[in-house]
């Protein structure tokens, strides 16, 4: 007989969007006049069409593909040439410092998020916001990093990082004084809350990290989305970075690919971790060896795709799907503060992060916007037990969908 991963066993009944469809669901199946007024405001996937320049190259290189002269088979694990030297440029013009080879390419920074697992120790304290994304805490579950689930679905063993009103959902690294962490992420923009750190607070942690030997997860997939020049886009903005932060980011929400699938990390060389005899070695060499063994790299299509996002055109491209979300991102936050709901987020993301009204659960306010106005949003309690008494509101609509929300919420409320 086969045993099976226990760890599985401890992860919460119910992941977030399933248990948001089930709901939904039986809502339908119950009011079908609501159904038919249905509005999604819910998961957080783009609704607008691909940028054309990528339609254009995926079009050109499936085309290559079907010519003896031009077919290509395996590529290489890390990604095309092309590719990793177009995002590599990028940071370059920026001013920031990432090599080509520092690059490694992969189908979406979910995956990546998960995977870097893959090289890290079973020991490690290990620090995640809350609330945040889910997949941090999920995947270390799976990892086996931690204990059973509390009542509010807290894990022992993990150190949570809690983000509330009153420091504008940028949690601080650790006082001094209390036990180090060994790893932490940070998600900014942040989902869910559309915090953004400053480059203080940034450099806070980036300092933290560097005192305590702290490896900094820095997960930038809505960098886009940042308006506010003054804010950093990437934790290599911080002098030092190079030396304790690893950066997922994907193509995901600034060129629509959620259906395509691509995005990448940065390793930099200069990173180092301990092994359990106390000895340093690059983590570079790791991840190498990781994606070469267990990937096989992304398509060719969808390279030439992502490359092409970094054309002129594919530029003014995306620029335009942003500002396209970020317009909708000021009408619902205007919306909600309107109508008296305590707001964060919504400048610098495309995720407004609103109080419920007098109080309300998570759950009971979504239920009620469900049934009484036919929305569908997200309950922060679903991001963490630091999200209870929140919800999340997403931009990724049509115009007349969000203007039709802003009416709905100013009733509810
Ligand atoms: C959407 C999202 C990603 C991107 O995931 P992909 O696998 O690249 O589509 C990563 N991190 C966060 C916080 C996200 O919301």
Not at 245 to 253: G, H, Q, V
Not at 347 to 374: M, V
Request: proline letters at 7%; a neutral charge; charged letters at 20%.
């Amino acid at each position: 007989m086969a045993f099976l991963n226990d760890n599985y066993l401890k992860l919460r009944a119910g992941y977030l969007f399933p248990e948001i469809g089930r709901r939904v669901n039986a809502f339908c199946e119950q009011d079908p006049a609501g159904k038919a007024r249905l509005i999604r405001c819910g998961i957080g996937d783009v609704t607008e069409p691909l940028p054309a320049a990528a339609v254009e190259a995926l079009r050109d290189a499936a085309a290559e593909l079907g010519h003896r002269e031009t077919f290509r088979g395996y590529g290489p694990e890390q990604g095309y040439p092309f590719l990793r030297a177009a995002i590599a440029g990028e940071y370059r013009q920026r001013g920031l410092d990432v090599a080509d080879d520092e690059v490694f390419v992969s189908d979406g920074s979910k995956c990546d998020c998960g995977n870097i697992l893959d090289i890290l120790g079973p020991q490690n304290r290990i620090g995640i916001p809350d609330p945040v994304y889910p997949v941090y805490v999920d995947t270390n579950v799976m990892a086996g990093h931690t204990g059973e689930a509390d009542a509010h679905g807290a894990y022992a063993g993990l150190h949570y990082l809690a983000g509330d009103a009153a420091n504008g959902f940028v949690p601080p690294p650790p006082a001094a004084g209390e036990p180090p962490l060994d790893v932490a992420y940070l998600c900014f923009p942040n989902n869910p809350t559309g915090a953004v750190a400053t480059r203080e607070q940034l450099a806070a942690w980036v300092a933290y990290a560097v005192e305590h030997d702290t490896l900094l997860l820095f997960d930038a997939a809505y960098e886009a989305y940042i308006q506010d020049p003054a804010l950093p886009r990437s934790i290599y903005e911080i002098p030092r970075a190079r030396e304790v932060a690893i950066e997922f980011r994907s193509f995901s929400k600034n060129g629509g690919f959620t259906g395509v699938r691509c995005g990448f990390t940065i390793v930099p060389r200069t990173l180092t971790a301990r092994a359990a005899d106390g000895s340093r070695h690059p983590l570079h060499a790791l991840w190498n060896r990781r994606m070469s063994t267990k990937f096989n790299g992304v398509s060719y299509p969808v390279q030439r795709a992502a490359e092409a996002l970094y054309t002129t055109a594919g530029k003014a491209q995306v620029a335009a799907l942003i500002a396209h979300y970020m317009g909708n991102a000021a009408i619902l936050r205007n919306a909600a503060a309107g109508a008296g709901l305590r707001v964060f987020g919504g400048e610098n993301a495309p995720y407004i992060w609103a109080q419920t009204p007098a109080g309300t659960d998570s759950w009971t306010f979504f239920d009620r916007l469900l049934r009484e106005q036919n929305v569908v949003i997200t309950p922060g309690s679903g991001f963490g037990r630091a999200g209870e008494g929140w919800f999340r509101i997403s931009a990724f609509n049509s115009r007349a969908n969000v203007e039709e929300v802003a009416r709905r919420l100013a009733k509810v409320l």
